[in-house]
């Protein structure tokens, strides 16, 4: 025996399940596919932000090793400019201290041919008052005078 109220019931279970497919399948479907198209519109961005992103980097990396060359160039170019000037007060302080040199030798010829000159005229008035004393009695002044020039010719010439 047929249970038809088993039948009707299974036979409005399918009914409903067809329209509820139909009425809410077209409307699940619309949102999953909007749903995967904004998944898949993200993820291309996010490539597009990725590739963009590492473009960004090699720029930055490619400064950061140009800003390295020329920071080692100014480095270099400093470190030349430092031997140069180096050299160069090096150099000045040697002219420096020849000229310095230079002056102290002839101030010291200057003093000693000085003080040579002044220890011949005593030695030349010595010499004349020991022999004013031992011939003052037997010369007169012109004689006197004439032996002190000559003893102090003879002096200054290093006899």
Request: aromatic letters at 4%.
């Given at each position: 025996?047929?249970?038809?109220?088993?039948?009707?019931?299974?036979?409005?279970?399918?009914?409903?399940?067809?329209?509820?497919?139909?009425?809410?399948?077209?409307?699940?479907?619309?949102i999953?596919?909007?749903?995967g198209?904004?998944?898949?519109?993200?993820?291309?961005?996010?490539?597009?932000?990725?590739?963009?992103?590492?473009?960004?980097?090699?720029?930055?990396?490619q400064?950061?090793?140009?800003?390295?060359?020329?920071?080692?160039?100014?480095?270099?170019?400093?470190?030349?400019?430092?031997?140069v000037?180096?050299?160069?007060?090096?150099?000045?302080a040697?002219?420096?201290?020849?000229?310095?040199?230079?002056?102290?030798?002839?101030?010291?010829?200057?003093?000693?041919?000085?003080?040579?000159?002044?220890?011949?005229?005593?030695?030349?008035?010595?010499?004349?008052?020991?022999?004013?004393?031992?011939?003052?009695?037997?010369?007169?002044?012109?004689?006197?005078?004439?032996?002190?020039?000559?003893?102090?010719?003879?002096?200054?010439?290093?006899?």
């Amino acid at each position: 025996m047929i249970n038809w109220a088993a039948l009707l019931q299974i036979a409005a279970f399918i009914v409903f399940v067809y329209a509820l497919w139909r009425l809410t399948a077209r409307p699940v479907g619309k949102i999953l596919r909007q749903r995967g198209q904004r998944i898949e519109t993200g993820l291309r961005t996010a490539e597009e932000n990725i590739r963009g992103a590492q473009e960004a980097q090699r720029e930055t990396e490619q400064q950061l090793a140009r800003a390295r060359a020329e920071s080692q160039s100014i480095i270099e170019s400093a470190n030349k400019a430092t031997v140069v000037q180096r050299q160069a007060l090096v150099e000045q302080a040697q002219r420096d201290a020849d000229a310095l040199v230079a002056r102290a030798r002839d101030a010291i010829g200057r003093e000693r041919q000085a003080a040579v000159d002044e220890l011949r005229r005593e030695a030349g008035r010595a010499a004349v008052e020991a022999a004013r004393r031992v011939l003052d009695r037997s010369l007169d002044a012109n004689a006197n005078r004439e032996l002190a020039d000559r003893t102090i010719a003879d002096v200054g010439r290093g006899r």
